[in-house]
């Protein structure tokens, strides 16, 4: 499975974000799908995560309430829908998958994206 991420940019605190993961491959709907974030010095840390189906989802107590994850088997697609953005939020955003069940470890996905910016200004 390949990933890429997009959708990162520069918005003001208080302002909305869309981050879409695009899969290519087969049997995405067969892999568990999750956002890391990793802001400068320090580590990788997750944010959310979405079950195959897209009915269970899990999120960071940092982010619950203002981020969304949601998914697309059809178009195999990961999407992070980000509103009430924090300066705090500012991170370089990974989506990753996994054919296992969900984790809120890095280490435990098998396939990353590449990574988009967010910056959040004061």
């Known amino acids: 499975v390949q990933l890429q991420a997009s959708g990162g940019g520069l918005v003001q605190a208080g302002g909305s974000l869309r981050l879409s993961c695009a899969a290519s491959?087969?049997?995405?709907?067969?892999?568990?799908a999750g956002w890391f974030r990793q802001a400068p010095g320090k580590e990788r840390e997750f944010v959310a995560g979405?079950?195959?189906?897209?009915?269970?989802?899990d999120y960071a107590d940092s982010v619950k309430g203002r981020f969304t994850i949601s998914r697309d088997n059809a178009k195999k697609r990961v999407y992070l829908e980000m509103n009430s953005l924090k300066p705090e939020d500012t991170a370089v955003y990974y989506c990753?998958?996994?054919?296992?069940?969900?984790?809120?470890?890095?280490?435990?996905?098998?396939?990353w994206g590449q990574g988009t910016l967010v910056t959040v200004s004061s």
């Open positions: 491959g087969r049997a995405f709907s067969s892999y568990v």
């Open positions: 979405i079950s195959r189906s897209g009915g269970t989802t």
């Open positions: 990753a998958v996994r054919p296992l069940g969900s984790s809120w470890y890095a280490d435990e996905y098998d396939y």
